[in-house]
């Protein structure tokens, strides 16, 4: 292997898959990353790709969800990462078209904004019921978990738009995801010994969570449509890099720490279908 060479793969961040365009000559990159600065081909595909200079000893290859990421020190020349690229062909094509087609296998659908309209919570379907009745103590919404099939009771008249029962809904989602959001981190930060400050509720369309030095976390309230088994990996990850920085064996042995089974909630992760809002 090149002595250059490391590569890496971090599909932890879901987001639009790499855009796709005919491989003809003079025809856009059949895998372009929507920061493209760069443009290569690989075995005879058109791959355009984000570059970086970074603080780093070696050449760094990312296959993420919005295409490939290629860093490399500031003393590395182009015609090295090109080599460098050369050699990993076959990985990075392979990459690239497997999280194309994660993404197109689980394209998420637009939610109908109705009554009697279902949405996933905490991995649960719930029927969302307008009941012009109630203000459900001035919270706009509340939850029969008892029922066979739980339903979310909006205080809204039948004559609703969808716009309103999209942000009603919305309203109480967000509510439940720092509820549950901060119970999760409190349950966690114990047990890795560190202390976070502050959470701050991200609607980012291509992360699930971030951490700072600080103790500031962010996380992305769409979570609350997953499993908590789920959520609780985002939360171990997340609290995690306030020891470790970086994405390091020593970083994922904290993670394995509170989660042992954390690599197969990791894939679930990536697996799941989030319901597309709009």
Avoid at 257 to 263: E, G, I, K, N
């Amino acid at each position: 292997m090149h002595p250059l060479l490391r590569f890496t793969l971090d599909l932890f961040e879901p987001a639009p898959e790499p855009e796709a365009a005919p491989a003809e000559p003079g025809a856009p990159a059949l895998f372009r990353h929507p920061r493209a600065n760069r443009e290569t081909r690989l075995s005879g595909t058109s791959v355009a790709y984000e570059f970086k200079r970074a603080k780093r000893r070696s050449i760094g290859f990312v296959v993420g969800p919005e295409g490939l990421v290629v860093r490399a020190p500031q003393w590395v020349t182009l015609r090295e990462v090109e080599s460098a690229l050369q050699e990993k062909s076959a990985w990075i094509l392979r990459k690239l078209g497997e999280t194309r087609e994660r993404h197109e296998r689980l394209l998420p659908q637009p939610i109908e904004w109705r009554d009697g309209t279902t949405i996933p919570f905490l991995g649960q379907a719930v029927t969302v019921l307008l009941d012009p009745r109630h203000a459900f103590d001035a919270v706009g919404a509340q939850l029969k978990a008892e029922a066979s099939s739980p339903v979310l009771q909006v205080g809204l008249p039948h004559a609703a738009t969808p716009e309103q029962i999209r942000d009603a809904v919305q309203a109480w989602l967000m509510r439940q995801a720092r509820r549950v959001f901060i119970e999760r981190l409190d349950h966690f930060a114990p047990q890795l010994q560190v202390h976070w400050r502050k959470l701050t509720l991200s609607n980012a369309g291509t992360r699930w969570g971030s951490a700072s030095i600080d103790g500031s976390i962010r996380l992305n309230w769409r979570l609350i449509h997953l499993h908590q088994s789920v959520i609780d990996y985002v939360v171990a990850h997340e609290l995690s890099h306030l020891r470790v920085m970086d994405h390091s064996p020593r970083f994922w042995d904290t993670v394995g720490s509170v989660l042992p089974d954390y690599a197969a909630l990791r894939r679930q992760l990536k697996d799941d279908a989030v319901p597309r809002w709009q």
